[in-house]
């Protein structure tokens, strides 16, 4: 990744009409304090109150689409976008797969990139969650347990479990940050071997050990949770 | 933000022709094991290679250049893009921008990641700057000292700082975070009133503050000075 080339500068790739109409559909969304969810004008509409040609606010609409700025419903019209981490997620999964050979490197520093959040967010999973009684958070660990227990991998409840330990944390910018990249690291690790039986029970096991540890308010034994969770990776990541 | 959606699905916004087109181009760069910069076939040759039709592959193109995938130059082609955070940047700024008056929400949350990451990152900055020798760093901070006595501000030094700071730190994907979420921050914070001459003298001091206690090896010194260092921003934040 190369962010020395400017990591804020304007969109590449886009004619210099193509970028100034999409700055008009920005300015346009804010000065019409419009919210995620709410409709836009028409194409035809936007080329008449903006005066830019049909062919440079399409091409803005895509780009804008493709930044979650914009989401576009065929057949029912434009509207405001929800603003997502998925092109981030969408470049770092690229980047990861295009160079597999590389040692594992991406994936490595991706689940590093994890675990360091995961152990810096101790205090607040804690904090939100000591006497906090949540039978569904309870009922992920014991089918993640289930499976492991019959040799099967449970992804679905992986990002549940992670989802719903961050959802009493009061900056939510940490969840979709954290849940980018459980989806990096969920769509890049298939390069790696299998997991063995054993590594798939301690994982399970380490999820339960972290929500306990949170339950009962100590932080320690939490960070202590995080690093168990992640050993079984860290050693296919050596193995491989 | 809207994680709930799906945070890895593929990109909203595009045609099923599109989406098809953009995965085979994707493909195209990994079986021809192309790295970044590497150039890519013209639009024709494309169309050819894949069997799709001009439009989605046009389509495809604007999407994969929006995420950063392909970078287009225009009148030289078409290349495999250095995949970066701009996109993320784009979306999160956007984001702070369409809720200002939420009680700078928004700002405030990026702030907290910041110094999370900063203060996690504590270690891994201490062992890479123990005694470690680096003018070109002493020269930024003696800038931002100057222009800071002058009651001017220091937004490039600044940049400057943090980018030199993780630059020898082993896993270059937390300079990239931390350089989006600087730019995130430095593009949404003029929304807030203009900095007290003693608010920019005493972030100028912070940041040879946590200089000096990473070259000296002091791991509590520099998370202290991590803290000092967002603290003017943080009383500017609780005024507003």
Known sequence: MDMKRGAYASTSGTTTQATSAMNS???????????????LPTESQLCETLGMSRSSVREAVRTLAALDIVEVRHGHGMFVGQVSMR???????????????DD????REVVQVRRTLDTALAQAVVEAWQGRE?????????????????????????????????????NQLFAHLMEAFWAVHTLTV?????PRPEDIV????????????????????????????????????TRS
């Open 87 to 101: 092109p981030m997620v969408e470049s770092l999964v690229f980047r990861g797969l295009l160079k597999p050979g």
């Open 25 to 39: 559909i920005k300015d346009y969304i804010l000065q019409s304090h419009l919210q995620p969810g709410d409709p």
């Open 202 to 237: 301690n994982t399970a096991k380490a999820h339960r050990a972290m929500l306990q540890a949170a339950r009962s308010g100590d932080v320690e034994a939490y960070r202590e949770a995080v690093v168990a969770h992640y050993e079984p990776l860290a050693n296919a990541l």
């Open 134 to 170: 949540d039978p569904a958070i309870d009922d992920v660990v014991d089918q993640m347990e289930a499976l492991a227990e019959r040799g099967e991998t449970f992804t679905d409840q992986d990002r549940s479990f992670h989802r719903m330990l961050l959802a009493p944390v009061p």
């Open 104 to 107: 594992y490197r991406s994936l």
């Open 190 to 194: 298939p390069m790696l071997d299998a």
